[in-house]
């Protein structure tokens, strides 16, 4: 069983739209979560920090259930350049080694 | 603030033959990693460096990869010798506690 596992997608969502990417996670050790983002060929780039008690930053929304060890990140309003890869990453506080899902692709059209 | 500098860019090589990938961290960041990307996957780390010493190289393919981080600043990446399997992006990053994590551009590779 793979560490981290995030559907790959792809999401295609008009503009607009509100879209939702869910990840879990294998190792109940994980103590820092996050939300990268990587455009086609670029590197991955922090997009936000996860907590316990949720965290929103504009139009994005993380979410973290340590019991179900799930983590979510709802888009809203989407816009053409929200178009990218979302990668679900853990670490633990200890090793500061993050440990990548696949990612899920979306893409906003028109 | 300059990023993670990494070179070159890319790189096309035949399989069997060395290959090695350069990466100069942020200023002041102890900790270094090398991770694989291959295409459609997310980020797989190689290696992680705490200064010049080496914290977790448990998924380095170590008959064909080698790093080194001499001085506990630059680091290089070894493939010697490269499969197919090996064309992927490789990333450097470099992190403090207190600054998160920041990665380089990359490296993409192409084994033929």
């Known amino acids: 069983r793979k560490e981290v596992e995030q559907d790959p997608g792809p999401f295609n969502v008009p503009e607009g739209a509100t879209v939702a990417f869910n990840c879990t996670y294998s190792?109940?050790?994980?103590?820092?979560f996050f939300w990268y983002r990587q455009d086609c060929r670029k590197e991955p780039k922090l997009l936000m920090s996860?907590?316990?008690s949720g965290n929103e930053d504009g139009r994005f929304t993380a979410q973290l259930n340590r019991a179900s060890q799930y983590i979510s990140l709802l888009i809203r309003d989407s816009k053409l350049s929200d178009s990218a890869t979302y990668l679900c990453v853990v670490s633990n506080y200890n090793t500061d080694k993050l440990i990548f899902g696949t990612g899920t692709r979306l893409q906003v059209f028109p | 603030e300059a990023g993670v500098a990494q070179s070159p860019r890319y790189k096309i090589i035949e399989k069997r033959q060395s290959v090695a990938f350069w990466c100069n961290p942020i200023s002041g960041h102890a900790t270094l990693y090398w991770y694989q990307q291959i295409l459609g996957q997310g980020p797989k780390l190689l290696i992680q460096f705490q200064n010049n010493g080496v914290v977790d190289d448990s998924q380095l393919p170590k008959d064909r990869f080698s790093a080194e981080r001499l001085k506990g600043v630059d680091s290089t990446l070894k493939i010697q010798p490269a499969k197919l399997e090996d064309s992927a992006v490789y990333l450097c990053a470099s992190s403090r506690r207190t600054d998160g994590y920041t990665f380089g551009s990359g490296t993409r590779l192409t084994v033929v």
């Open positions: 996860v907590y316990s």
């Open positions: 190792n109940s050790a994980s103590q820092s």
